[in-house]
Structures are given as C-alpha cells and as structure tokens.
C-alpha cells in the first residue's frame, strides 16, 4: 500500500474520531423562517411514545414523537408541542393516524395536561416550512399550543405518557429511556 495513501486514510480518520468527540451536538436548533421572517427554536431530540399494535400484525406499533416549538415574532413567543404521528401499518391512512388526536392528554408524573390541537399544517403554527423532520413520509403532523410551564411539567417528569380523545382512546408509553429528549426539552427552557 502506498504510503501516501495510507496516511490519507489514517488522516481522515483521525479527523473523524475528533469530530466525534466534540460532544453529541447541540440539542437546540434555530432557523429563520424565509417567508413569515419568524424565528423557530426547536429540540434536536424528540421524544417518542409509543403503542404496541400487535392485534394488527405482529411487530406493528403506533409512534408518536413530540417535540417543543417556540416562533418568535419579532420579540413575541408563542410554544407549541409537535407531534410526528405514524404507524408501521403500510395499509393505514392519514385519517386513522389522525383519529383521537384533536385533543389529548400528556401524563407527566400523573399530571394531566389536556391539550387541543392547534392545527394539522406548519401554517396553523406561522411557519412556512418543516420544524421537525418527518420521522416517515407517511406521518401526521399536529400542532398543540402549550405554556412554558406546560413544557417544564414534561421536562421534569420521570413517567411521560399519551392518552388521545375519540371514540377509541390510544395510549402510548416511552419505546426508549427518554433521557435525551428530555435534556432537549431542559436545553430548550434554558435558552
């Protein structure tokens, strides 16, 4: 082997275990909306529920991710709760993922916090584009108006669940240790 080129290839990757190393990144993000001129801050880790749906098929599951908003409108904050809404059923449409989810209570310790949906679109919130990646082409974006103590409440909660309304309430518990997520959420009050 040329030494030349193996000294490239121990040069690349010496320089990508110090990028590793840097720490696991910020866990805010900020843009600037282009067409509205709002500032949006979001968590880079959302947290995610779910709820097991193996009557279905047997490694189906409904997931939800959530994650704080804050829009800045030239001074003036308003917060929102995303939620990325799918489901590993192929055959499910957008009206089921959707079912229940006009309003819903978010457990945090047993608290209750009832929240009514804000809207199904990025315009409901002011934004023109995407704040939270799609976890799935397929999934249902909702909008939750919220409090910053609303946020707190999530933020210093040990047990996190979801309970949606409807004619046939879903709940949905933690699929991982949300520990992540929820130093986001802390990162996102400390802002």
């Not at 939620?83 to 309003?103: A, K, P, V, Y």
Request: aromatic share 10%; with cysteine.
């Amino acid at each position: 082997m040329n030494i030349r080129f193996r000294n490239s290839i121990l040069i690349a990757v010496v320089t990508l275990l110090v990028a590793g190393c840097g720490g696991s990144g910020s866990l805010l993000s900020d843009q600037l909306d282009p067409v509205t001129g709002v500032t949006v801050t979001r968590s880079t880790a959302p947290l995610v529920l779910y709820r097991n749906h193996s009557a279905a098929a047997a490694h189906a599951r409904d997931y939800v991710y959530i994650g704080p908003i804050q829009v800045n409108r030239m001074g003036n904050h308003s917060y929102f709760l995303w939620l990325g809404i799918w489901s590993t059923m192929q055959d499910q449409n957008i009206s089921e993922q959707r079912d229940g989810f006009e309003s819903i209570v978010l457990f945090a310790d047993g608290e209750p916090l009832q929240l009514e949906l804000q809207g199904w679109t990025r315009s409901s919130i002011g934004v023109s584009e995407h704040v939270y990646p799609s976890p799935t082409a397929t999934a249902a974006n909702a909008y939750y108006a919220v409090t910053l103590d609303q946020i707190r409440l999530i933020t210093q909660a040990r047990d996190i669940s979801l309970r949606t309304s409807g004619f046939r309430d879903k709940s949905y518990e933690p699929w991982s240790d949300p520990t992540r997520a929820l130093g986001s959420f802390r990162e996102f009050l400390n802002q």
